[in-house]
T-cell receptor
């Protein structure tokens, strides 16, 4: 089974802090994704990566950056956290294109910015 | 950008009832996916649809890829308490190899 592991289930940080969310997958998947989930809005894509050191902006990249130094690890960085970044963050991975390989998700990190 | 309309937003049903939800778009998709999310967990894939008109079942779940490629539905027969959760549809646009467009979700609640 595919295993996508997010380092923290819950995280509380202060406004202005630099925040790192880590995600690791164990299936040698090429593609990794970061989403945020807010009630009534579904999943919104922040960034994705289709290879090591490659990254593409999603629909809402403002205020975020990412790092993919190794194939199995994809980090989401909040450079200076703000209260409107309080949300559930979901990491996913997939092999190949979406048309033949669906995305597999971690259990999420619920981030609160005070 | 492209959007998916998922309905209903929430459903309150009795155990044993059948459930139906759907997603529609103004644009075509190459793939439709249905996921379920339980409290405190990430979404889990239920059914993947790859061809227009395709009808696929997974136990009590049945989903169809609309002929127009602009819609999909998910049916759950004889609901049970563990069906509770949020169901999401997601579609892959023709111009993207990686990105999915997501519906806002249907929250399923089963009345005791």
């Amino acid at each position: 089974d595919v295993k996508v592991t997010q380092s923290s289930r819950y995280l509380v940080k202060r406004t202005g802090e630099k925040v790192f969310l880590e995600c690791v997958q164990d299936m040698d998947h090429e593609n990794m994704f970061w989403y945020r989930q807010d009630p009534g809005l579904g999943l919104r894509l922040i960034y994705f990566s289709y290879d090591v050191k490659m990254k593409e902006k999603g629909d809402i990249p403002e205020g975020y950056s990412v790092s993919r130094e190794k194939k199995e690890r994809f980090s989401l960085i909040l450079e200076s956290a703000s209260t409107n970044q309080t949300s559930m963050y979901l990491c996913a991975s997939s092999s190949g294109t979406a048309s033949n390989q669906p995305q597999h998700f971690g259990d999420g990190t619920r981030l609160s910015i005070l | 950008g492209q959007q998916l309309n998922q309905s209903p937003q929430s459903m309150f049903i009795q155990e044993g009832e059948d459930v139906s939800m759907n997603c529609t778009s103004s644009s075509i998709f190459n793939t439709w996916l249905w996921y379920k999310q339980e409290p405190g967990e990430g979404p889990v894939l239920l059914i993947a649809l790859y061809k227009a008109g395709e009808l696929t079942s997974n136990g009590r779940l049945t989903a169809q890829f609309g002929i127009t490629r602009k819609d999909s539905f998910l049916n759950i027969s004889a609901s049970i308490p563990s069906d509770v959760g949020i169901y999401f549809c997601a579609g892959q646009p023709p111009d993207s190899n990686y990105q999915l467009i997501w519906g806002a979700g249907t929250k399923l609640i089963i009345k005791p």
